[in-house]
């Protein structure tokens, strides 16, 4: 199964797991009805912003859509290519985390919807300089640093340098 087709049955899944409509998932997620269905048809493949948010919205790690039972591929944007998110360790359901690498192009942006309550996330940068806004203020984070914040909070991650950015993500969900 491509990864396309495993995000299509894992939404209808999760989604049909609680009972929901596309209605219902529109309005918990911020994804448009329309978006969803065509998800669910499989007629189009999400950007990772958009991920984000369907995760977001039906409360599940970001892993489940991106981690089919044989690999762990990398998800880009498909509009622009400026984030590439790979899991290292996907959702473990024992220790209640996600691991991603994930590089980000120059100039690129990505914003992020908060998670559940108590979500905390630990980002180190590998290599180049990540900024991100965190309760409002935007703060460097160079190479070998890292930064621990409330996940459950609006966050972003910003890159104003020429050149890609590398960090580690890692996502510890307290249920």
Request: charged share 20%.
């Amino acid at each position: 199964m491509d990864i396309t087709q495993h995000l299509a049955s894992t939404l209808k899944k999760q989604r049909q797991a609680r009972g929901w409509s596309l209605s219902k998932l529109a309005e918990e997620s911020g994804v448009s009805k329309a978006m969803l269905g065509q998800i669910e048809r499989n007629e189009s493949s999400p950007t990772v912003s958009t991920l984000w948010k369907i995760a977001t919205g039906l409360n599940v790690p970001f892993s489940t859509f991106i981690t089919p039972e044989t690999d762990r591929p990398a998800v880009f944007d498909p509009q622009q290519q400026a984030m590439v998110v790979k899991p290292l360790f996907p959702w473990d359901e024992a220790l209640k985390f996600d691991h991603f690498s994930i590089t980000l192009a120059p100039g690129a942006m990505s914003e992020s919807k908060p998670h559940e309550a108590g979500v905390i996330e630990h980002v180190v940068v590998v290599s180049g300089e990540l900024e991100m806004q965190i309760d409002g203020e935007w703060r460097t984070i160079k190479a070998d640093t890292g930064v621990r914040f409330a996940g459950d909070k609006p966050h972003a991650y910003r890159n104003s340098s020429t050149l890609t950015v590398h960090f580690h993500s890692l996502i510890h969900y307290p249920h």
